[in-house]
């Protein structure tokens, strides 16, 4: 099962900024928070991920509170393209994991949908 | 140039029949995936592997037997195939690094039976 939980569905309009929370109140000291979106039809798609530091990448900011149970993922400028279901996974990262060991568990997401 | 490439696209085919969907990658990693996403839009694990190690085996029916050739290289053979296969498969790749495993997915495959 899904260790976080999403709103199923929100609206953004194009060019303004989106803020997709997730809560992940039983995350562990060692698991990453992870964002991935799909595209209608298409593959998901890494979009950044952070342990408990704030990061930013070309795509989104990431923003994590302090006691890491959840998140938020900013994308500054909206466009039509960024119409997705959100996904926010948490995971073990660290020397311990063997790649391939430790899944993606995808839950239901966000439903993204941005407006001209 | 395509990272994670699957084949074929698309597949209809009858009950009974069996088929095999193909993924290549051209990332050089070391771990290669396949997913299931079904008519409810969940997407689940079936299968990793490592170096042409199988690592996880999620439960699947022994009727989905994956097979790497080598590392670029995940297939999958479907035998007997059953109306509940139906649904869209994806083939993703990944290299762990410094606690950081990016999965990269291919298109898809959509497979249908009748």
């Known amino acids: 099962d899904a260790k976080t939980t999403q709103p199923t569905s929100m609206d953004c309009a194009e060019g303004r900024a989106a803020n997709l929370p997730c809560n992940h109140s039983?995350?562990?000291?060692?698991?990453?928070v992870y964002w991935y979106r799909q595209i209608h039809s298409q593959g998901p798609q890494y979009i950044i991920h952070?342990?408990?530091n704030n990061e930013t990448n070309e795509m989104a900011s990431l923003i994590i509170t302090e006691d890491r149970k959840s998140s938020t993922l900013i994308l500054p400028h909206a466009t039509l393209r960024d119409t997705a279901v959100y996904y926010c996974?948490?995971?073990?990262?660290?020397?311990?994991?063997?790649?391939?060991?430790?899944?993606?568990?995808f839950g239901k997401g966000t439903k993204l949908t941005v407006n001209p | 140039d395509t990272a994670v490439s699957q084949t074929p696209k698309y597949l209809v085919t009858q009950m009974g029949n069996d088929k095999s969907i193909k993924c290549e990658q051209n990332?050089?990693?070391?771990?290669m995936y396949w997913y299931k996403q079904d008519s409810k839009k969940f997407l689940k694990i079936m299968f990793s592997?490592?170096?042409?190690?199988?690592?996880i085996n999620e439960t699947v029916p022994n009727r989905f037997s994956p097979k790497s050739p080598d590392k670029a290289h995940l297939n999958l053979h479907i035998n007997s195939l059953e109306l509940g296969d139906s649904a869209v498969y994806f083939c993703?790749?990944?290299?762990?690094?410094?606690?950081?495993?990016?999965?990269?997915f291919g298109p898809g495959t959509r497979l249908l039976v009748l």
């Open positions: 993703a790749s990944s290299q762990y690094t410094s606690g950081r495993e990016t999965q990269y």
């Open positions: 039983t995350i562990s000291g060692n698991e990453y």
């Open positions: 952070g342990l408990k």
């Open positions: 996974i948490v995971r073990v990262g660290g020397s311990l994991t063997q790649g391939g060991s430790e899944k993606l568990v």
């Open positions: 990332l050089g990693h070391d771990t």
């Open positions: 592997y490592n170096n042409k190690e199988l690592i």
